[in-house]
Structure formats: structure tokens, C-alpha cells
């Protein structure tokens, strides 16, 4: 099959299986942030800054080595899942032996029981390593569709049971553990041939290789993202946290579930693609990159054009602090969704030197931003984003050019049209809202805005580029191109 059909047919099965349950987690998130406090948010970011960081040794790269190998034995593989489930329990260890430093560090006596039951997510993970990845591999994204949707399904309940039931922090640290179980149950009962795991690493040595190279810049790429939690939690308390990592997550929500969609459709695709032939396909990642980026601008900016009245309307008065960090968040974000994309392609040609260049470069552009931005409070934290994402994109690319085919130029001209187009839409939306919705707390208004945005930007892309709209009508409604092809 043509690869440009499997990734199109990945994205539709990945979408389909997300579609239903990103609609019910996105409803049980905002009855859960109404049920909670900022202080539970607040203790929830400081313990995935402990267990974001283990994630990475516990996974090693196990997966995306396992994925992108050109030839890998049965052999291998079982070693390499040996390998898998010794760095997760070895992960579970050292996490539970972080509580007390955790606790030293926040100031936080109830970080000493929450940490050690978040470490037993690692050693759980692990077992998904192999299952996980074979699918992947063998680009059977019908069956991944159904058991993310039976993993978040899982988390989702137990998340909202455990706050309806006044459990506070505690629905914040079993709703992921509950998800992880069901992911690996899952797995193992799609999988028919099971390859049971060997503990001779040496016999995968260049396959755990890679994985450690890919491991190190992930490590790095975790100084990025949690850098802004650490610091802040250093100078700022745990309320400022809590309006902070509120306002990201927002802000982070079209992005990571989008971009979650996408990265795992491309990496194994673009593997298959760099292991079966020697075209040049740089063309369809700048078409690739131009068609989620009419996506995701829209569902960012959008976000921004309507937070004075999505935040108090949906999560209550108490937010109001998270309004203006959110907007100027979503306002740089979809640079993110760039740096991504490239990061997935580059481990996708299996250039994991570069990412890692890539990711100790990030390390420390970000940590310094944030450092100075949080003497600014809140706002200046979410500020530093607007320096760092371009400064750090601008390295990224130019490292990266002789690899991917192309640079700024051609990236800024591919996105040129979704940017135009949703600044407008942001526009009229945020004015009609100025000036005709004096209630925050209004919630059908909040639905008008985003009716009358959608409206907006879907007229604007259809009379302004024809060609995209029917791309993103194709990819997602294939039969409408043989529809398309008899009226014509």
C-alpha cells in the first residue's frame, strides 16, 4: 500500500478511536478541575515532575527502538523486553526512594504517600512495551485506536468516581494507574503471538543503542517541559502552580491530543517509509506539517479568543488568575506543534544524533527562560514560552536542514495560510465577545463564540484555500473523493 495511504488511514483510525473518548475525557476533566482545588493541581505538577523524569529511564526507548529497527529477530525482541521490565521495576524503586527529596524540596509532607503509589505505574508500563510496539510496528492502528479508548475510558471513571467521592488529590494519581492497567490487560489479550522476555541484553545491544541516545534527549526534552514546574514551584507556591499547570493544560489540550494522534501515526509510518524506499517524501511532510496546521491553529488560538469566558464559565471564578497565562500560551504554542513534527520525523530516519543535539540544545534555552520569566510571577512564566519555543525552533531547524530538505522558509510559508486564517477568526470572535457578552460566567455565550468561530474559519478556509478544505475532507472522509470524482 502507498504510504501516503497508510499514514492517511492511521490518522482516520486513531482519530475515530480518540474522537469518542477525548469527548468524554474532556467532560470529566472540567467536572473534575470544578471538584478540586488549585492546591490538588498544584500537588499533582509536583509529582509528575518526579515521575515525568523516571518515565524516561524506565522506557529506555524501548519502543521506538523496537519500531523504527530496519530488521529485528524474535530473539531481540524478547531481550529487549527483558530489558524493559528491569528498567521499570528498577524505575519503581528509585521513585519510591525520590519521596523523601521530593518532599525536602516542595515543602510538601503528603508528597511522602502520594510518590510511592505513583512508582508502581512503571513497573505496570512496562509490561506494554513489547505488545505496544509490535502493533505499531505492524501499523494495526484499528487495534490501538480501541485500547487507547479502552485506557482512557478506564481513567477517566475512576478519576471522576475518587473526586466525586471528596478523595482530592488521590483521583489525580489512580486515574492514570487505573488507564496504564487497562492499557497492558488490553494488549496482551490482542496480542496472539506473546514473545515471552529474555534477559541476555547483549544479544540487542544496537537496538538498546539507539534507545539509550533517544532516552537522553528525552531526558533533556524533560528539562523543557518540566523546568517551568520546578521553578515555580521553588519561588511561586503550590496556588500559583496550580493557576499555572491549569492554564498549560488548557492550553496544551488540542495540541497533545492532536499531536498524540499525528506522532503515532508518523513514526511508524515514516519508519516503514525510510526502511522500504528512496524517494525523497520531504514534500509530504511540508503537506503533512500544512494540514495539521490548519488544525491545530484553530483549536489554539480558539482557545485564547474565548478563555475570559471558558475559564470562570466552565471551571468556576476561582480560575480567573489562569485567564491571561493561558492566552499568551496558546498565543506561541503552535510552535511547539512544529518542533514536534520535526522531532518525530528525525527519530523517524533513524537520526537519533541529531535529536539528542537537538534536545540538550533545548535544555537550556527553556530552564533559563523560565527562571527569569517566574520573578514576573504567573503571567512572566507563561511569557517565557514566547521566547523560548522560537529561539529553540530556529536551532532545531537549522540542525536539522540537511536531514529533513528544508528549513525556515518553506515551514513559514507551509503555515503561512493556517495562521493567517485563524488570526482572523480569533479576531471577530474576541471582538464580538468584548462587545456584546458582559457576563463571564455565561455559558451559552461561550457556545456562540465557538459556533460563530468554527462558522468563521471554516468559511474563511473553504473560499480562501479550496484545495486544503477538500485535503482535510479527503483524509477524513476518503469516500468523498470517489463522491468528488463523478460529479465531475
Same mark, same amino acid.
Given at each position: 500500500?502507498?504510504?501516503? &495511504?497508510?499514514?492517511?488511514?492511521?490518522? /482516520?483510525?486513531?482519530?475515530?478511536?480518540?474522537?469518542?473518548?477525548?469527548?468524554?475525557?474532556?467532560?470529566?476533566?472540567?467536572?473534575?478541575?470544578?471538584?478540586?482545588?488549585? =492546591?490538588?493541581?498544584?500537588?499533582?505538577? @509536583?509529582?509528575?515532575?518526579?515521575?515525568?523524569?523516571?518515565?524516561?529511564?524506565?522506557?529506555?526507548?524501548?519502543?521506538?527502538?523496537?519500531?523504527?529497527?530496519?530488521?529485528?529477530?524474535?530473539?531481540?525482541?524478547?531481550?529487549?523486553?527483558?530489558?524493559?521490565?528491569?528498567?521499570?521495576?528498577?524505575?519503581?524503586?528509585?521513585? @519510591?526512594?525520590?519521596?523523601?527529596?521530593?518532599?525536602?524540596?516542595?515543602?510538601?509532607?503528603?508528597?511522602?504517600?502520594?510518590?510511592?503509589?505513583?512508582?508502581?505505574?512503571?513497573?505496570?508500563?512496562?509490561?506494554?512495551?513489547?505488545?505496544? +510496539?509490535?502493533?505499531?510496528?505492524?501499523? /494495526?492502528?484499528? =487495534?490501538?485506536?480501541?485500547?487507547?479508548?479502552?485506557?482512557?475510558?478506564?481513567?477517566? *471513571?475512576?478519576? $471522576?468516581?475518587?473526586?466525586?467521592?471528596? &478523595?482530592?488529590?488521590?483521583?489525580?494519581?489512580?486515574?492514570?494507574?487505573?488507564?496504564?492497567?487497562?492499557?497492558?490487560?488490553?494488549?496482551?489479550?490482542?496480542?496472539?503471538? !506473546?514473545?515471552?522476555?529474555?534477559?541476555?541484553?547483549?544479544?540487542?545491544?544496537?537496538?538498546? !543503542?539507539?534507545?539509550?541516545?533517544?532516552?537522553?534527549? !528525552?531526558?533533556?526534552?524533560?528539562?523543557?517541559?518540566?523546568?517551568?514546574?520546578?521553578?515555580?514551584?521553588?519561588?511561586?507556591? &503550590?496556588?500559583?502552580?496550580?493557576?499555572?499547570?491549569?492554564? $498549560?493544560?488548557?492550553? @496544551?489540550?488540542?495540541?497533545?491530543?492532536?499531536?498524540?494522534?499525528?506522532?503515532?501515526?508518523?513514526?511508524?509510518?515514516?519508519?516503514?517509509?525510510?526502511?522500504?524506499?528512496?524517494?525523497?517524501?520531504?514534500?509530504?511532510?511540508?503537506? +503533512?506539517?500544512?494540514?495539521?496546521?490548519?488544525?491545530?491553529?484553530?483549536?489554539?488560538?480558539?482557545?485564547?479568543?474565548?478563555?475570559?469566558? *471558558?475559564?470562570?464559565?466552565?471551571?468556576?471564578?476561582?480560575?480567573?488568575?489562569?485567564? *491571561?497565562?493561558?492566552?499568551?500560551?496558546?498565543?506561541?504554542?503552535?510552535? /511547539?506543534?512544529?518542533?514536534?513534527?520535526?522531532?518525530?520525523?528525525?527519530?523517524?530516519?533513524?537520526?537519533?544524533?541529531?535529536?539528542? !543535539?537537538?534536545?540538550? %540544545?533545548?535544555?537550556?534555552?527553556?530552564?533559563?527562560?523560565?527562571?527569569?520569566?517566574?520573578?514576573?510571577?504567573?503571567?512572566?512564566?507563561?511569557?517565557?514560552?514566547?521566547?523560548?519555543?522560537?529561539?529553540?525552533?530556529?536551532? %532545531?531547524?537549522?540542525?536539522? &536542514?540537511?536531514?529533513?530538505?528544508?528549513?525556515?522558509?518553506?515551514?513559514?510559508?507551509?503555515?503561512?495560510?493556517? =495562521? @493567517?486564517?485563524?488570526?482572523?477568526?480569533?479576531?471577530?470572535?474576541?471582538?464580538?465577545?468584548?462587545?456584546?457578552?458582559?457576563?463571564?460566567?455565561?455559558?451559552? +455565550?461561550?457556545?456562540?463564540?465557538?459556533?460563530?468561530?468554527?462558522?468563521?474559519?471554516?468559511?474563511?478556509?473553504?473560499?480562501?484555500?479550496?484545495? +486544503?478544505?477538500?485535503?482535510?475532507?479527503?483524509?477524513?472522509?476518503?469516500?468523498?473523493?470517489?463522491?468528488?470524482?463523478?460529479? =465531475?
Amino acid at each position: 500500500m502507498h504510504h501516503g &495511504k497508510e499514514f492517511n488511514r492511521a490518522l /482516520r483510525w486513531l482519530a475515530a478511536g480518540r474522537l469518542a473518548a477525548q469527548t468524554l475525557s474532556w467532560a470529566i476533566t472540567i467536572l473534575v478541575i470544578r471538584l478540586l482545588t488549585p =492546591a490538588d493541581y498544584g500537588l499533582a505538577a @509536583m509529582v509528575s515532575t518526579v515521575s515525568t523524569l523516571i518515565t524516561l529511564v524506565a522506557e529506555f526507548g524501548f519502543g521506538v527502538a523496537l519500531i523504527q529497527a530496519r530488521e529485528i529477530s524474535r530473539e531481540q525482541s524478547a531481550n529487549v523486553f527483558g530489558a524493559a521490565i528491569v528498567f521499570g521495576i528498577l524505575s519503581s524503586l528509585v521513585m @519510591m526512594a525520590l519521596a523523601p527529596v521530593a518532599v525536602t524540596f516542595y515543602g510538601e509532607a503528603r508528597l511522602a504517600h502520594i510518590v510511592p503509589v505513583t512508582a508502581a505505574s512503571f513497573s505496570i508500563a512496562a509490561l506494554a512495551t513489547l505488545p505496544d +510496539a509490535q502493533l505499531r510496528r505492524e501499523l /494495526r492502528f484499528r =487495534a490501538l485506536s480501541f485500547i487507547d479508548f479502552i485506557s482512557a475510558l478506564t481513567g477517566g *471513571l475512576t478519576t $471522576l468516581a475518587l473526586a466525586f467521592q471528596g &478523595k482530592g488529590v488521590w483521583a489525580l494519581v489512580y486515574g492514570p494507574l487505573a488507564a496504564n492497567t487497562a492499557r497492558v490487560i488490553v494488549l496482551h489479550i490482542i496480542i496472539p503471538d !506473546r514473545i515471552m522476555p529474555r534477559f541476555q541484553l547483549r544479544k540487542a545491544f544496537q537496538i538498546i !543503542r539507539f534507545g539509550g541516545q533517544i532516552t537522553i534527549a !528525552r531526558f533533556a526534552t524533560y528539562l523543557v517541559t518540566q523546568s517551568d514546574i520546578l521553578i515555580a514551584g521553588r519561588f511561586l507556591g &503550590k496556588d500559583a502552580v496550580g493557576y499555572y499547570s491549569v492554564a $498549560l493544560d488548557l492550553a @496544551m489540550l488540542p495540541l497533545s491530543k492532536i499531536m498524540n494522534i499525528v506522532n503515532q501515526a508518523a513514526l511508524p509510518t515514516l519508519s516503514k517509509m525510510d526502511r522500504e524506499t528512496s524517494d525523497d517524501q520531504r514534500p509530504k511532510l511540508l503537506d +503533512a506539517l500544512r494540514r495539521v496546521g490548519y488544525v491545530i491553529f484553530p483549536g489554539i488560538w480558539g482557545i485564547a479568543a474565548v478563555a475570559p469566558w *471558558l475559564v470562570p464559565g466552565f471551571l468556576g471564578p476561582k480560575w480567573a488568575s489562569a485567564i *491571561l497565562p493561558l492566552q499568551i500560551v496558546c498565543a506561541i504554542l503552535p510552535i /511547539r506543534m512544529v518542533s514536534t513534527l520535526v522531532s518525530t520525523a528525525i527519530t523517524s530516519f533513524g537520526r537519533a544524533d541529531i535529536e539528542l !543535539r537537538n534536545g540538550l %540544545t533545548a535544555m537550556f534555552i527553556f530552564p533559563l527562560a523560565f527562571f527569569a520569566g517566574v520573578h514576573f510571577g504567573v503571567v512572566g512564566l507563561a511569557g517565557a514560552w514566547c521566547i523560548a519555543l522560537p529561539l529553540n525552533l530556529f536551532i %532545531t531547524l537549522f540542525r536539522s &536542514k540537511k536531514v529533513l530538505g528544508f528549513g525556515h522558509f518553506e515551514i513559514g510559508m507551509a503555515l503561512s495560510r493556517p =495562521a @493567517m486564517y485563524s488570526g482572523l477568526m480569533v479576531i471577530l470572535v474576541y471582538g464580538t465577545g468584548q462587545l456584546f457578552i458582559a457576563d463571564p460566567l455565561n455559558r451559552q +455565550a461561550i457556545l456562540f463564540l465557538v459556533l460563530e468561530g468554527a462558522a468563521i474559519y471554516i468559511a474563511t478556509l473553504w473560499f480562501g484555500d479550496r484545495k +486544503a478544505s477538500l485535503d482535510l475532507l479527503t483524509l477524513f472522509l476518503p469516500k468523498f473523493k470517489g463522491f468528488q470524482s463523478k460529479q =465531475a
